[in-house]
């Protein structure tokens, strides 16, 4: 989301969302979780009700109603509620109504994950599946594919997935799969990784080093990250032999780069002159 009033309103249906699922056991939110992303696939597929959902011309009052009596007896009143408080809220596109949905749905996901204890697994494993992605170049244009059909392409995430991760894992990818944002899927899944740790309250490391770190190596890069960055950090280690030694952090867009073949870089431009 591009525009200041769409990301100010996603920010408060996120609240709404929290707020909403604050007294929800387990199953709650689950369904929660569930409606929510249904929700946003109807908007997907219903051009002309996203539009109507977002129309600013319309009395905030207007669209709600509009959304109340859509959901009626269809959705439990915790998803009802959170729908009708998201179509009030001003967006600078009809897509940014139905992606916000989306997203917030990820959102009552991951608290689901947070309060089984399962969330630090839930985010390694989507950080897992962006590499495997990544790496093998058969799959990830398969994927990433704007003009592919996103029944298909579910499919195939669900014979990858399916009985090998964390079953929120497999809904989390399913639902990017049916609906990218119109991005790609690598950055999709990338983006999942980040919300997940955004839930945690922590800042995300990608960390490439020559050889696999051990435990008590990634603890202490954990410990000096958090107290360079003033947060807490969650590191995710990938091997890469082109690093030669040393490794290479990033975190957002900012990289500390203390590799050996980085350095050589250097030095090969220094000498070009």
């Known amino acids: 989301m591009q525009h200041i009033a769409s990301r100010e309103s996603l920010e408060?249906?996120?609240?709404?969302v929290l707020e909403v699922a604050g007294p929800l056991d387990h199953a709650g939110?689950?369904?929660l979780g569930t409606e929510l992303d249904a929700a946003s696939d109807l908007l997907r597929k219903q051009v002309a009700l996203r539009r109507t959902l977002s129309e600013g011309t319309l009395a905030p009052d207007t669209r709600s109603g509009i959304a109340a009596q859509l959901?009626?007896?269809?959705?439990?009143?915790e998803t009802s509620s959170a729908v009708q408080f998201a179509v009030r809220q001003p967006w600078s596109s009809a897509r940014d109504l139905q992606e916000a949905l989306r997203r917030v749905s990820r959102t009552a996901m991951f608290l689901q994950a947070e309060r089984t204890g399962e969330l630090d697994d839930v985010e390694d494993q989507l950080f897992r599946f962006a590499r495997i992605v990544e790496a093998t170049p058969d799959l990830s244009v398969i994927l990433d594919d704007p003009t592919a059909d996103p029944d298909l392409r579910s499919r195939l995430v669900d014979e990858l997935l399916r009985g090998r991760a964390n079953p929120l894992v497999v809904d989390l990818v399913d639902a990017l799969a049916r609906d990218t944002g119109g991005r790609s899927f690598s950055h999709g899944v990338r983006e999942l990784v980040d919300q997940a740790a955004e839930r945690s309250d922590k800042l995300v490391a990608i960390v490439k080093s020559a050889v696999a770190l051990s435990a008590e190596q990634t603890s202490r890069l954990t410990a000096s990250l958090g107290r360079i960055y003033g947060r807490q950090v969650s590191v995710h280690v990938e091997v890469d032999p082109a690093v030669i030694g040393g490794m290479r952090v990033q975190i957002g867009d900012e990289v500390i780069d203390g590799s050996v073949s980085a350095k050589l870089d250097l030095l090969r431009r220094r000498l070009a002159g």
């Open 71 to 77: 959901l009626a007896g269809k959705v439990s009143e």
């Open 29 to 31: 939110l689950a369904r």
């Open 12 to 16: 408060a249906v996120k609240q709404k």
